[in-house]
């Protein structure tokens, strides 16, 4: 028996091992803050679905990802998206991650919130499985997504960093973009100027600098404004 001790030692080393690499499996990479690996969404809609990331960004400071996938190494969609937020080092930062997974013809849904978001939200993680939850189970999965937008641009949060946009923009104060208006409209100013300038200060015979001097007449001592060049003596009254 003690001589084989340490073969069977080894053989449940290698057993271990083998298990250990059997169990590890792997998770789709992620492409951007959408990875559309089941091919859901067109052009329009990918770049409909980003502009709501941004928003979301721009309102909660939180990053929202998206996987939608027809694979996974896992027999639920809960510990697929577990294993996914682990993988993308996910909880580092304030973090939403919303994993839709096809099975056959179905379609399951599972949110993953980091540790700042779970804080600041409470179990946001839940209600948003519960507002998609029967778009999902009706394989509405465009309209899933939609719904966890709105859910989370109806935040009290989200409202207030909205209603502060409105009133930067009805008081004047600087907002995200510039009007393209204002700004043309502050261009032309800024030339009209200019121009201005260049008509009364510039000597239309060398553009040199014109001295502007005060000259006084008659008994009434009427000043009038003379405006000279030193460089070719034109002189102009007005």
């Known amino acids: 028996m003690r001589t084989l001790l340490p073969h069977s030692v080894l053989a449940l080393a290698a057993l271990l091992v083998v298990c250990l690499a059997a169990g590890a499996v792997s998770v789709p990479s992620p492409i951007g803050k959408l990875s559309d690996y089941g091919a859901v969404f067109d052009r329009h809609d ?3 679905v980003n502009r709501a990331i941004a928003d979301i960004a721009s309102l909660l400071h939180i990053d929202v990802y998206l996987l939608l996938s027809w694979e996974s190494p896992y027999p639920t969609v809960e510990p697929f998206a577990a294993a996914v937020f682990a993988a993308w080092n996910l909880a580092s930062k ?17 949110v993953v919130v980091s540790p700042t978001v779970a804080a600041q939200l409470g179990a946001i993680d839940k209600r948003l499985e519960e507002r998609m939850a029967d778009l999902v189970a009706h394989r509405r999965v465009e309209e899933a997504v939609r719904a966890m937008f709105g859910e989370l641009r109806g935040l009290p949060a989200a409202q207030r960093a909205i209603e502060a946009e409105a009133r930067a923009r009805t008081t ?9 208006a204002v700004l043309v409209a502050a261009v032309v100013g800024a030339v009209a100027v200019l121009a201005l300038l260049i008509r009364w200060r510039v000597c239309p015979r060398c553009a040199g600098l014109l001295r502007r001097e005060r000259t006084r007449f008659g008994t009434l001592r009427t000043a009038n404004r003379v405006y000279s060049c030193r460089r070719c003596g034109y002189r102009r009254g007005r």
């Not at 304030?94 to 599972?110: E, K, Y």
């Not at 004047?172 to 393209?180: L, N, V």
């Open 94 to 110: 304030p973090t939403i991650l919303a994993v839709f997974l096809r099975s056959g013809s179905d379609w399951a849904a599972s």
């Open 46 to 48: 990918r770049e409909e």
């Open 172 to 180: 004047g104060a600087p907002t995200r973009g510039a009007p393209i």
